[in-house]
């Protein structure tokens, strides 16, 4: 049958003032009918049909190498949903195609999977322009995407399930690591688009705040060759910053860091990141990035009975010599959250999924993770680790519980952060206190 809904996705359901069905709770389901003209809003068909989810990733281009990590982790999440007895008895498909690093591709393909392929659920993007590009669709349409991703923050949609790290868990901890082991001269250099360019922002404010100084800030191209960075390698070289704070993504990194080395930078400068995981190892030489240190919420040689699962099944299904990484790590915790939420509350409506995401905890491979109902991020593990010269990333430092997200950076206080480790916590479980 044909149900008329309101923009919310609501059979003729009265909504509280937090978006959760006022009593009677029983959400009853139905089949929509879905036009190019009407906002896609779906909830779980009574006949058990495949259940379609976009996995929107880069197979090609520039950041293929890390978004292809995601889509295998999207897909194996999904294959352990189905082998679990899919989501509320019927079975996902994973509807995917190669966005090839374009925004407009990301953009037209998203719009693809809504209105032709019947997708009300999107997984997907890496690069914040990428997302950015989604946006838009997904909100026209009434849809979902979940990014799997970190990112720099300052933006909210009611269609936009954000599962990655924002400032306050991952600039603002790298930034209180270094300041606290005294560097003050910091040189940014990253890639031209809103991440790198809104992550150097962040880092400027927090390291002016610290007593610290910007020498420059330097931007190229996602397609940056070796000409386009040499003049930044030579004027790190002079300037002998305490500290390269390097967002260049893509293949252009490996061509930074070789440049640096051939320079010989790197003997008095310590590089720090939000973007060097283990893909960009396997990608750029652990000889290249040996000392380098990364602010993330997951890296692969974290020690939880969750992560080897999570490890141990991706190389069983990828290859024994493949490495997972933060970007990885996220699409797997969303995807079985978000689809696990939506077998509970009957829905792919954004409005249901939230409260059920808020009431829902899940162990991922970095810790005891749940959605904040505030801001639709998540209260995630914040950690700085250092990259060794086997490859494998040293954890420095980690919080002693999940931080709760501050995507717009209005508070600095760390106050889980700062609170000493539990060695009788060793898997990450952590305290689930707002």
């Known amino acids: 049958m044909t149900a008329h809904l309101d923009r919310d996705g609501f059979p003729a359901t009265r909504l509280s003032a937090f978006g959760r069905p006022a009593a009677p709770t029983t959400i009853r389901k139905y089949r929509v009918s879905i036009t190019a003209n009407w906002p896609q809003v779906m909830v779980l068909p009574s006949d058990r ?59 037209a393909l998203a719009e693809r999977m809504i209105e032709e392929d019947g997708v009300a659920l999107i997984i997907g993007c890496y690069m914040s322009h990428t997302r950015q590009a989604v946006v838009p669709v997904v909100e026209r349409c009434n849809a979902v995407l979940a990014y ?71 931007y190229v191209a996602l397609q940056a060759t070796r000409p386009d960075l040499a003049a930044i390698v030579e004027d790190i070289k002079a300037k002998r910053p305490d500290v390269v704070f390097c967002t260049v993504v893509g293949e252009a990194a490996a061509a930074f860091f070789r440049l640096c080395r051939e320079a010989g930078v790197g003997t008095e400068t310590v590089f720090a990141s939000l973007t060097i995981t283990e893909a960009e190892v396997d990608l750029i030489g652990a000889d290249l990035l040996d000392g380098q240190l990364t602010a993330a919420t997951y890296f692969e040689s974290l020690q939880t009975a969750a992560n080897r699962h999570f490890v141990h099944s991706y190389r069983a299904r990828y290859g024994e010599r493949t490495h997972v990484n933060a970007m990885a790590e996220t699409a797997y915790s969303l995807t079985h959250m978000t689809l696990a939420a939506a077998g509970a509350c009957g829905s792919f409506n954004a409005r249901l999924l939230r409260a059920e995401l808020a009431n829902q905890t899940f162990q991922a491979p970095g810790g005891l993770i ?55 916590d060793p898997d990450g479980r952590g305290s689930q206190r707002a």
């Open 148 to 218: 799997a991703a970190p990112y720099e923050g300052f933006e909210y949609s009611p269609n936009v399930i954000y599962g990655g790290a924002v400032p306050n868990q991952h600039s603002l901890v790298l930034a209180r690591h270094l300041t606290a082991a005294g560097a003050r001269r910091f040189y940014l250099v990253g890639t031209r688009y809103a991440f790198p360019i809104e992550a150097n922002r962040v880092m400027m404010s927090l390291v002016a705040e610290r007593g610290g100084q910007t020498l420059a800030e330097r």
């Open 370 to 424: 749940r959605l904040d109902p505030d801001n639709s991020h998540f209260y995630l593990w914040p950690r700085i680790a250092r990259v060794r010269t086997d490859g494998h990333f040293e954890i420095l430092e980690q919080s002693a519980a999940p931080v709760k997200p501050d995507p717009y950076l209005i508070q600095h206080s760390l106050a889980d952060w700062d609170r000493p480790p539990s060695a009788a």
């Open 49 to 107: 049909r495949p259940i379609r989810v976009g996995a929107l990733y880069s197979q090609t281009g520039p950041t293929a190498y890390v978004e292809r990590t995601q889509l295998n982790a999207t897909l194996l999440a999904i294959d352990e949903i189905n082998r679990a007895g899919g989501v509320a008895g019927a079975e996902v498909a994973a509807i995917t195609y190669d966005a090839r690093c374009d925004p407009e591709t990301f953009r």
